[in-house]
């Protein structure tokens, strides 16, 4: 008979069967049955199941023992155990064997099923055909001259790689030692087209001492990338040339924005904030106001 390693306990029956029981009784008849069910019942012997429960005396023994029967009786496998667990036992036992079954056969078809098809090809003949014989193609020295470009396609089978849609005609490099490497002059012409504020071989000086200052940001995989970045915030920061005293000019759609102001309380443009502060810093137009009825009623 097969072991399993769990056993289904229904607590509720469990409980409000053992409700007369001291707590040490309940411990003991709970690892009796624990006993009973990994070893397939407990032997009719009450010494032999007080050293089984830990130590229990006669009054213990006697109101555990009339909650156990006695199974096989007459027999070798003579033995105590509880009705409720030999029923649940026999549960698993089937669903056990039902499930080792229905794989058993589940194997069988399936190994089955390869067998046949093997069986099937091992017992058509094999005809092996003799292999072609490579054909050399001998070309003339004046057949190489009269044709070159088939000849150059004769001599790989590999057709060429085709260059990645994402990799760029030219690569940009940048080393602290050597500077900038593999920027063409179509790169410069388009750039100076792109960003006509910025002028590109001295914003590539401000990159280079920008990237000896900062050598841990220097471990870029797209350097061309990074190029056309920096002459973009060149280029929205007014141009190489701008004059610092004028301020960075302002997007017209965020000086409309309008932010949370935690002092305010409220949602303000950087105009409606700005005159805000300073209607704060004066005393404010309510508390001037009041003061000055103040000041017209004592006038009176």
């Not at 098809?117 to 057949?143: M, Q």
Request: aromatic fraction near 8%.
């Amino acid at each position: 008979m097969a072991k399993f390693c769990w056993m289904p306990l229904y607590t509720s029956d469990l409980v409000s069967s053992c409700v007369d029981m001291t707590p040490h009784q309940f411990g003991a008849y709970v690892r009796l049955l624990c006993y009973a069910w990994d070893n397939h019942g407990l032997p009719n012997d009450a010494n032999a199941c007080g050293r089984i429960a830990g130590g229990i005396d006669q009054a213990d023994w006697k109101a555990i023992r009339r909650r156990l029967e006695v199974f096989d009786a007459g027999t070798d496998r003579e033995r105590l155990s509880h009705p409720r667990l030999e029923t649940e036992r026999e549960k698993q036992a089937h669903l056990h064997d039902s499930r080792s079954e229905a794989g058993r056969r589940a194997a069988n078809k399936r190994w089955q099923t390869q067998c046949d098809g093997n069986a099937d090809a091992l017992t058509k003949p094999c005809h092996l055909e003799p292999e072609p014989e490579p054909k050399v193609e001998v070309i003339t020295e004046p057949e190489l001259s009269k044709e070159p470009h088939a000849a150059h396609g004769d001599a790989t089978s590999d057709p060429p790689k085709r260059r990645k849609r994402s990799q760029p005609a030219s690569v940009v490099l940048w080393t602290a030692d050597g500077g900038w490497v593999g920027i063409l002059d179509a790169d410069r012409h388009e750039w100076a087209v792109a960003f006509p504020g910025a002028v590109v071989e001295q914003e590539l000086a401000k990159a280079t001492a920008w990237l000896k200052a900062n050598p841990s940001k220097a471990g870029k995989r797209n350097w061309r990338a990074f190029v056309v970045r920096w002459l973009s915030r060149c280029q929205d920061k007014g141009g190489t040339n701008r004059d610092a005293s004028k301020p960075l000019p302002v997007p017209q759609d965020q000086s409309k924005r309008r932010f949370y102001r935690g002092d305010a309380n409220e949602r303000l443009t950087d105009a409606e904030y700005a005159a805000w502060r300073r209607d704060q810093r004066t005393g404010g137009t309510v508390s001037a106001l009041a003061q000055s009825m103040k000041l017209k009623e004592e006038d009176l």
